[in-house]
């Protein structure tokens, strides 16, 4: 049958608070794919969507033409989506004119397992819930519904999952507009729906998760990522999902978005092709193969060391070239240093002291600081560079003709794009071998912060240990200098410390700190 469907996705999310704060709420990530692409795919190709849109608009329009250039999304500006006068039902009637047919309704914060039927007639999605209280609920006789209740019923009931088929649609529009000052504005679809009883509308019991508040996004998470591969840490600007055969790249920042696309050009075969980009976001289609993290043994750290030779090509720089590539890097690793620890003190509001790290006694940070030989740190040798290189972004290839693909590269080094710091893709490669994405993302490390005592560990598994002391012996056989790598892999810990979460974020403070005061301690 011919039939659309609507996914309301005009809203600000308040209910998941600061989540929402820089995309849509139908693009919050459930195992690393936005949340809105697990309806999506429920229907066939063919099938036309209409996308109401308001806040964050242009995210949800740039995700959906980037996921599937296969697909018809009609879009729908709604002009009030905050404020007096706005409301769902406000939202779904400004679409009336593109559902003048059979059309199945969805929140773009409902998930379900079961397949999705047609409307063949009306029916609504219910499913069972420990807590009804902050659903509207559904009470039924005889497999027909016989009452669409407000929040807090009791009885016989269960709860509405937003989501219905709707096949009188013309009774379902009469009701909502004639309703305006009884409620449908606010109300939104199941005001309409229930002028459609007396018509018939059949309940239909899915496996439901809900990703419209914390507590349960969380659950729906922990179900969704059961099977998850990649570890990637969550950050708040910027998101990766893996969705119908690709991998789309988001950043609120427009030149970070700007530069990683200019910079695939300079790292050619190295990286995934890009395919097509937004000012927010660019795609490519994904690359069969196993996260290097998977099995980071010495032999394939080996194979992959000699690999990257060709690809950190020297660049040769004339006298302006090489003071101006040292200022950078002087600004990239003093100034952003000392920037980001008083950011870091800021946003956990602590103080610089002097204090007992797993038993040593260190000092202030910033008179350790003080102590770096930046100019000697500065004298960076410039390389086509990747600036993000650990595990989790090196790819090890299964059917490419190159045996590793490098992922998520950094947007510029300084502002530099085609070259950086030979040293900083060491430091980064070093720092994810002490401290791997895995412990984080399954929480494998404990701090403890009383006064000024701080004691914390982490797991680290043998085989990253191995290739931790490889490392240092391939440095220095190749004439490079392991100080300078050591150095700078404390930085980038204390760089990021103030990027991440609590307590991870005390982790990375304080294990950069110490690991600072140990390396400049050293005769």
């Keep these: 049958m011919h039939y659309k469907v609507l996914i309301a996705s005009a809203g600000l999310g308040n209910r998941l608070k600061g989540m929402t704060k820089n995309v849509n709420k139908a693009l919050i990530s459930v195992s690393h794919k936005p949340a809105i692409s697990y309806i999506i795919e429920k229907f066939d190709e063919k099938i036309e969507f209409i996308i109401p849109v308001g806040y964050k608009a242009q995210t949800v329009k740039d995700y959906l033409t980037l996921a599937y250039p296969n697909r018809k999304f009609t879009f729908i500006d709604i002009d009030l989506y905050e404020g007096d006068g706005s409301g769902l039902g406000y939202t779904i009637m400004q679409c009336e004119k593109e559902l003048q047919c059979p059309f199945i309704f969805s929140s773009n914060d409902t998930i379900v397992l079961e397949d999705i039927k047609p409307p063949l007639h009306n029916w609504m999605g219910e499913a069972q819930t420990d807590d009804n209280s902050q659903y509207r609920t559904i009470r039924s006789e005889k497999r027909n519904v016989t009452e669409i209740c407000a929040k807090g019923a009791d009885g016989d009931i269960k709860a509405y999952i937003g989501l219905a088929g709707i096949n009188d649609y013309k009774e379902f529009w009469d009701a909502m507009k004639n309703g305006i000052n009884q409620g449908s504005i606010e109300i939104g679809e199941s005001y309409g729906l229930r002028f459609l009883i007396n018509k018939g509308i059949e309940p239909i019991e899915f496996t439901w998760f809900d990703t419209g508040n914390i507590e349960k996004l969380n659950k729906t998470r922990a179900y969704f990522n059961k099977n998850i591969d990649a570890n990637i840490l969550e950050k708040e600007e910027e998101a990766i999902w893996f969705v119908d055969g690709k991998v789309i790249k988001f950043a609120t920042d427009e030149s970070f978005i700007k530069d990683r696309v200019k910079r695939a050009d300079t790292l050619g075969n190295f990286i995934p092709k890009i395919e097509n980009s937004t000012d927010n976001m660019y795609s490519y289609q994904k ?237």
């Design 287 to 523: 690359v069969k193969g196993e996260i290097f993290s998977k099995y980071p043994t010495v032999s394939t750290f080996k194979y992959f060391l000699d690999w990257m030779e060709v690809f950190w090509e020297k660049k040769e720089l004339d006298k302006n070239q090489t003071t101006e590539f040292q200022t950078i890097c002087m600004e990239f690793y003093k100034d952003k240093t000392y920037k980001r620890v008083k950011q870091y003190f800021a946003i956990f509001e602590q103080i610089d002291s002097e204090e007992i790290i797993n038993g040593n006694k260190v000092p202030k940070i910033f008179d350790l600081l003080d102590k770096v030989d930046w100019k000697n740190l500065a004298s960076g040798i410039p390389v086509r560079f990747h600036g993000d290189l650990h595990f989790e972004n090196i790819l090890i290839n299964s059917e490419a003709k190159s045996p590793f693909t490098l992922l998520d590269w950094r947007q510029n080094f300084g502002g530099i794009l085609e070259y950086g710091d030979i040293y900083y893709d060491f430091a980064k490669l070093n720092h994810g071998i002490i401290m791997s994405h895995e412990l984080v993302d399954k929480s494998l490390f404990e701090v403890q912060h009383k006064l000024n005592t701080i004691h914390y560990d982490f797991l680290r598994k043998q085989n990253l240990v191995d290739c931790e002391y490889y490392f240092k012996e391939w440095i220095e056989k190749e004439g490079y200098d392991y100080k300078r790598v050591q150095l700078l892999t404390t930085l980038i810990y204390l760089n990021i410390a103030a990027l991440h979460h609590y307590p991870y974020s005390l982790l990375l403070f304080y294990l950069g700190k110490n690991m600072l005061n140990e390396i400049l301690s050293e005769k």
